[in-house]
């Protein structure tokens, strides 16, 4: 006779999912029109009615590391079908959510970034490190003069550096830590105790995924093609915006080129592309979000895009008041544009982009899991 299966619920998991997002958990009979509905679940695999049961059995462990989470694109066409309104994708919304928080340490980071009330310490906290760096160092010119508005005469780029450098490299350290452990709970879950990840093989699956999932394929397979673009042009555009970022550097430091650069210079150009594509994209993801009545939207979800959309409107800002030679506007408004690049790169683990990295590495892994089996 098969020995009893013990299984330890834990209760505190199933009132945070259900407080979290106004859920009830109980309201699932287990009918499986949800799998059935999504066209991302698969037949040997399907969900999300498995996660519905292991959410309202409090089997947080089967869930946090598990990577078919992350194979949802919320598109929200089980929760519409849902015949007891249990809503199956604001629940997996809202496990992707605990899993970033599993994962990113440390937790406090969460406590400051999930909060409303602490908004503006987000910006206070910044503006404190980027003035007291500047004036302690004493490269912080307030009063820059000159005929040209010259942003590096203001704050140089050797402060930037001083300030993003160690931030980028905290922020990477933040995900290394928590990928490693994500992976090494997701091979636990996966094989049970079957031995370590082959790392090697894994990072093959990683090179052979990415294609797909830089060109955002799953969503062509959910009903969602219009969320598809919007969610490419601001993907996209942090990715041109970091590419021009390293260019500027390398015309400093290599071709001993300093800015302001010409409007026709080949990266300025992708620079004022990538700043339209990101404010008229996070417009666009707004737009959608505000238009899906019932999906549930919390201020995880609200942060991240008003983050996307002012951080494009300042940046454009920015350069239209220089050109505009308005010099106590332009400098205001660049500052401004620093707090929120700075909110980027340093919460960066702890906000829904953080979706970017453990989202890929999910996925990655649920192919690499299968080729294994
Ligand atoms: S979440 Fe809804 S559709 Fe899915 S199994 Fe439960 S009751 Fe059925
Ligand atoms: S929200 Fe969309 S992608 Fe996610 S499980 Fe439901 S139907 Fe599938």
């Known amino acids: 006779m098969a020995s009893p299966v013990f299984l330890e619920p834990d209760l505190d998991f199933i009132a945070q999912i259900n407080s979290d997002s106004g859920l009830n958990l109980k309201k699932c009979y287990q009918c499986a029109t949800c799998s059935v509905a999504c066209t991302l679940s698969q037949d040997d695999q399907p969900f999300p009615r498995k996660e519905m049961l292991y959410a309202s059995w409090g089997l947080k462990d089967k869930l946090i590391a598990n990577p078919d989470i992350w194979l949802c694109y919320n598109c929200g066409d089980c929760s519409t079908l849902c015949p007891r309104d249990a809503r199956p994708g604001d629940v997996l919304n809202t496990l992707r959510k605990m899993s970033i928080k599993e994962y990113s340490k440390p937790a406090a980071m969460h406590q400051l970034l999930n909060d409303s009330r602490k908004l503006p310490w987000l910006f206070i906290i910044p503006a404190l490190i980027i003035i007291i760096m500047g004036l302690g160092t004493g490269l912080m010119n307030l009063s820059p003069g000159g005929d040209r508005i010259v942003f590096a005469h203001f704050f140089p780029v050797v402060l930037i550096e001083m300030i993003f450098i160690p931030l980028s490299l905290i922020t990477g ?126 201020y995880f979800d609200w942060y991240l895009l008003g983050l996307a959309f002012f951080l494009g409107i300042t940046g454009m800002l920015t350069q239209m008041l220089r050109l505009a030679s308005i010099p106590w506007a332009a400098y205001s408004m660049y500052f401004i544009h620093l707090l929120f690049a700075f909110n980027l790169v340093a919460f960066l683990p702890y906000t829904k982009l953080a979706h970017l990295v453990y989202r890929t590495v999910a996925i990655a892994f649920h192919h690499y899991a299968k080729e294994k089996k």
């Open 173 to 298: 350290l933040v995900f290394f830590l928590g990928v490693k452990r994500f992976l090494k709970d997701m091979q636990a879950t996966a094989a049970q105790g079957k031995g370590p990840i082959d790392y090697k093989q894994f990072l093959i699956t990683i090179i052979t995924q990415l294609p797909a999932i830089i060109r955002h394929e799953r969503f062509s397979s959910s009903s969602e093609n219009n969320r598809k673009i919007s969610h490419m042009m601001v993907a996209f555009s942090f990715v041109s915006l970091a590419f021009v970022a390293g260019a500027f550097v390398f015309a400093l430091y290599v071709l001993n080129s300093h800015g302001p650069y010409d409007q026709i210079n080949p990266v300025k150009i992708l620079a004022n592309i990538s700043g339209i594509a990101l404010i008229a994209g996070s417009l666009l993801l707004i737009k959608e979000r505000r238009a899906k009545a019932g999906q549930i939207n919390g």
